[in-house]
């Protein structure tokens, strides 16, 4: 697992990076029929209030990607993506960053 670490800030407690290890783990997902996805690579990086979760996932259908926020108040996104999508997801940072 990779761990990233955003601009420290004084509510992230200096910015020091914490520990979030997680192997590699099969999952149930709530009422998929018994299906399972494979974690096969996890980063974590911690931005300002929130942490980010971007999991490389594999399961019957295929390789996927699944990136979560966790927000400081506890509340939880997500969303899920297929690997050959990755491309147009970099090419879309990649124009955001050309913007800053």
Excluded: C
């Excluded at 974690?39 to 990086?45: A, P, Q, R, W």
């Excluded at 990136?67 to 879309?92: P, W």
Aim: glycine fraction near 14%.
């Amino acid at each position: 697992m990779s761990e990233l670490t955003g601009s420290p800030s004084p509510e992230d407690g200096g910015g020091t990076p914490m520990p979030m290890g997680r192997p590699a783990r099969q999952h149930s997902g709530g009422g998929d029929g018994g299906r399972y996805a494979t974690d096969l690579h996890s980063v974590t990086i911690h931005a300002r209030q929130r942490t980010f979760y971007i999991d490389l996932k594999e399961s019957g259908n295929g390789k996927f990607f699944k990136v979560s926020e966790k927000s400081r108040g506890g509340q939880k996104t997500t969303i899920m993506f297929d690997v050959e999508d990755l491309d147009q997801f970099i090419k879309a940072f990649e124009e955001m960053k050309t913007k800053l």
